[in-house]
């Protein structure tokens, strides 16, 4: 695909207003380094930041055990439970996309590739056609007590 | 000798090592050099015009993707690896300006790497580490 046609980016800006934006644009760091607690890197397993020994591989099970180095453990769902913190990963067509990190108020932060982080439910995420074409659905969570 | 010549041994490697005949090389050379002429005169006066329009419309493809691997694989940053070794320059300058993932596509121009493993994801350490790289060849 070469560029967005008008339609794409005239989508692209219009969802961007009507979502809540919690920082500034940046290409320091990406959803997955996020999702991660860390802002000053990309992480990925391919020619970016990947924690040690964890396989390099594009695939869920990477980054399962990426998440796994920060205390993060697979479990059913993204209901909020006192005491943990949950991630949400994204995969479309069985590749790893996109992940987000639970709040305290049980909405979730993201951060949209390398542009703003925005607070959301999963389900306003779903809903925005733009992303959910990129991102995919989710099809792990993780938690992690805090 | 012109860049697609080849002297008598790699004439007999390319026979012995890759099973290119020197009549299949003698029959391609000339269109080769037909092909690239063709392509560097029509093109090389457009290059930097070519290189901004592709990277704009890569930055507009990529904006909200976080994957390193569907940002390098876009196709408006593949064709500016196809532009060839003559962007490197123009790749250097532009990272310069400001820091972005150009490195898959440094790596694939040069066959070089000077980012350090430890230094992977970090883009000022990325982009610092390539354009010193660019200092020492003379690049900027």
Not at chain 1, 42 to 52: K, Q, R
Not at chain 1, 134 to 146: A, L, S, W
Not at chain 2, 80 to 104: N, Q, R, S, T
């Amino acid at each position: 695909m070469h560029g967005l046609d008008g339609e794409s980016l005239k989508v692209s800006a219009k969802f961007l207003t009507n979502l809540n934006k919690t920082s500034e644009a940046s290409k320091s760091y990406n959803c997955i380094a996020w999702a991660a607690g860390d802002s000053a890197r990309f992480w990925w397993p391919i020619g970016g930041f990947w924690p040690s020994n964890v396989s390099r591989k594009l695939v869920i099970d990477s980054f399962i055990d990426a998440f796994a180095t920060l205390g993060y453990m697979e479990c059913g769902n993204g209901d909020l439970e006192s005491g943990y913190e949950k991630v949400a990963i994204y995969e479309k067509n069985c590749v790893p996309k996109h992940a987000a990190r639970q709040l305290p108020n049980a909405n979730w932060t993201s951060k949209l590739g390398r542009n703003i982080d925005i607070e959301h439910t999963l389900e306003e995420l779903d809903k925005i056609q733009y992303i959910s074409d990129r991102y995919g659905q989710v099809t792990r969570f993780m938690k992690r007590k805090i | 000798m012109s860049f697609y010549e080849s002297d008598n041994n790699e004439v007999n490697e390319l026979e012995t090592s890759y099973g290119v005949s020197r009549e299949y090389y003698k029959s391609v050379k000339e269109t080769i050099e037909i092909f690239d002429l063709y392509y560097s005169v029509t093109s090389r006066e457009n290059a930097f015009l070519k290189f901004n329009r592709l990277k704009q419309s890569w930055l507009n493809d990529v904006e909200f993707l976080s994957s390193i691997t569907d940002i390098c694989m876009n196709a408006s940053y593949q064709e500016i690896i196809g532009m060839g070794p003559c962007v490197v320059p123009l790749i250097l300058a532009d990272l310069k300006k400001e820091p972005d993932y150009w490195f898959w596509a440094l790596e694939m121009l040069t066959t070089e790497n000077p980012v350090q493993t430890n230094d992977l994801g970090d883009l000022k350490k990325m982009t610092d580490a390539w354009l010193r790289w660019g200092e020492s060849k003379g690049f900027c």
